[in-house]
């Protein structure tokens, strides 16, 4: 099963001042706006509703145009100068004109791109024969793991110690949806034993969080499951099963606030450890050009820089263009930026090879451009994980399995997407960072690209900058033992 998303608006054209502002709003130099803003201002009656991102030359101006056009804040995202705000369509116009006002853009839909750490990631032999900085198994230990989704079930067995205990040390809600949004900042704190997926009626989540970093467990069948990182820590975002621009930056700006003690100066690292790594599996339908001036992109090149990597799946429309001629790949994962990472689909035919197939839903950037290419492909098609049948996303797998326990009935199933790739990529950075603390997420972009697998299926590679690449797979399979090792893990 694959789910996509919903589409952007189109292209840039002028808007105009309507009536119904304050008069304190006169006209002047407008500030640029993003593309699906752009199109939705050209025709837009005055009296329209929508909800913005208004970017100001740091906080106070942003604050300052809001509250000068009558717009509704929602919440802030203050390390960078972002009001979120809902009105009119004529407030909006206003708010272009204010003094300090850099960038506006819509709070645009997304949604989700709907075999633990399979063996063709090699994820699991780092973890059976490699050794990390600490001399403990390679297994994600002393990282925590961000995950933005749709919620996750802590009760679930891929997600408790051998002790019984949840690994799940932080759950949060994001309720930044639009100016009816409540709560200061809008991200607010849930119990680690709710089940955020279920009040969401979702799935993917829980689905997404136990390829990341699910326990190792045998299944009745004799399946073997868990994660790419089992021993990391898991700090979930969930946005429930709508997403839209404010809720997923709201939650990205949470991270970037937090990352050093994502549960309080107090607690210790050996219980919550920092966040070294973000799973973002959802993103905007047919792809689209990366903008380099929306929040999205401005936090995620914050969190860089703090040593925070971000994983993207890269979407799941390569059935409508499979031979490069339109650049289908999710925008936010086309940043350039070192440590920020947009994760291909790969197919091991179910017999964890590694010279499998790219698979056909995976999405294409355009061949004439690099810079739209997939980083890298891991695998995600037909890839087992944590997902009860009551979920709805769970119930529309086609292979569920029972287990651990007796009673755990429909507790794992089969589900296909980038969005099963990503979270591949995600447990991995963690192991990467278990090998190499100190690591940039330069190095471990590094890492990962000059140590991956060149399966040979689909386009050829070609020479980009240090590393070759190609359109529909980026550099290759993923190879956790080399990348690893090239990084300091040892026997």
Known sequence: MRTTVAAL????????????????????????????LSGLLATAADALPMTVLVHGADLA??????RATGLTRVT????????????????????????????VEHNDPLRFFASPGTTATRSLAAQQ???????????????????????????????????????????????????????????????????????????HGTHVNGIAAGRPLTLT?????????????????????????????AALNWVLENHRAPCGAGVPAATCPPIKVINNSYGPSGGGEFDPNSATARLQRALAAEGVVTVWANGNDGDS???????????????????????????????GTRDGQVSSFSSRGDRTRPQTWPDISAPGENIIS???????????????????GLLDIGTYNVISGT?????QITGIVAQLFQAKPAATPAEIEDALKSTAYKFTNGAAYQQVGPYTSSFDKGVGLVDTVAAATLLGAHA
């Open 9 to 36: 608006a189109t292209a840039l054209v002028a808007a105009t001042f309507g009536a119904g502002v304050p008069a304190s709003a006169a006209p002047g130099p407008l500030a640029p706006v993003s593309a699906s």
């Open 61 to 66: 101006a942003a604050d300052a145009a809001v």
């Open 76 to 103: 802030s995202f203050d390390r960078i100068g972002v009001v979120a705000a809902g009105g009119t369509a004529a407030q909006v116009r206003a708010a272009r004109a204010r003094p300090g006002v850099r960038y």
């Open 129 to 203: 024969t490699l050794l990390g900085a600490d001399g403990r198994p390679l297994d994600g230990r002393g990282v925590s793991v961000a995950v933005i989704d749709s919620g996750i079930d802590p009760t679930h067995p891929a997600f408790r110690g051998a002790d019984g205990q949840t690994r799940v040390v932080r759950s949060l809600k994001s309720v930044c949806v639009d100016e009816s949004s409540t709560g200061t900042g809008c991200i607010l704190d849930v119990p680690t034993t709710v089940d955020t997926d279920l009040l969401a009626l979702g799935g």
């Open 221 to 249: 069948d004799g399946t073997r499951v868990g994660g790419s990182a089992p021993g990391a820590k898991i700090v979930s975002i969930s946005t429930g099963a709508v997403i839209v621009i404010i809720g997923a930056d």
């Open 321 to 351: 263009a499979q031979d490069g001629t339109a650049n289908l790949s999710n925008p936010p994962g086309q940043d350039p930026t070192p440590g920020i990472l947009s994760v291909a689909s790969y197919n091991d035919l179910s017999t």
């Open 386 to 404: 944590a997902c009860r049948l009551y979920l709805p996303i769970c119930s529309t797998g086609l292979d569920p399995r029972n287990g651990p």
């Open 419 to 423: 969005s099963m790739a990503a979270p």
